[in-house]
């Protein structure tokens, strides 16, 4: 813990728009997968969008078209982009990041389905949507 500090969150009407912010050291955003998960109350935690080190990304179903990770090389800060919010995008997200040096092609896109064994969580930051 510590690694990673996130920002943004917060409400928003359906239709919306929010984003999320993941600062980290030099070294993770260079040699480490990341992005971010979420967890809906009573539901179990899924990954959203995650980028590889080369930045190909990788996005949930769900969310394609709507949600998009860019970065800031010079602050060492990606970013999630939610556009087109929905009530059932209500959920803490957690910024997270996983050791991947030279990933790239689409690597991390096996956290869309997993969270075993992830490097290092965010706080979580809780993001509603109201209908």
């Known amino acids: 813990q510590g690694q990673l500090e996130e920002s943004g969150g917060g409400s928003a009407q359906a239709g919306g728009s929010l984003r999320l912010s993941c600062k980290v050291s030099e070294y993770v955003y260079r040699d480490y997968c990341m992005g971010w998960y979420r967890q809906a109350p009573g539901k179990k935690r899924e990954g959203v969008a995650f980028?590889?080190?080369?930045?190909?990304?990788s996005y949930k179903d769900s969310v394609k078209g709507r949600f998009t990770i860019s970065q800031d090389n010079a602050k060492n800060t990606r970013y999630l982009q939610m556009n087109s919010l929905e009530p059932e995008d209500t959920a803490i997200y957690y910024c997270?990041?996983?050791?991947?040096?030279?990933?790239?092609?689409?690597?991390?896109?096996?956290?869309?389905?997993?969270?075993?064994?992830?490097?290092?969580w965010g706080e979580g930051t809780l993001v509603t949507i109201s209908s």
């Open positions: 997270a990041a996983n050791f991947a040096p030279g990933s790239g092609g689409g690597y991390c896109s096996w956290m869309l389905k997993s969270d075993y064994g992830i490097d290092y």
């Open positions: 980028i590889d080190s080369d930045g190909t990304t």
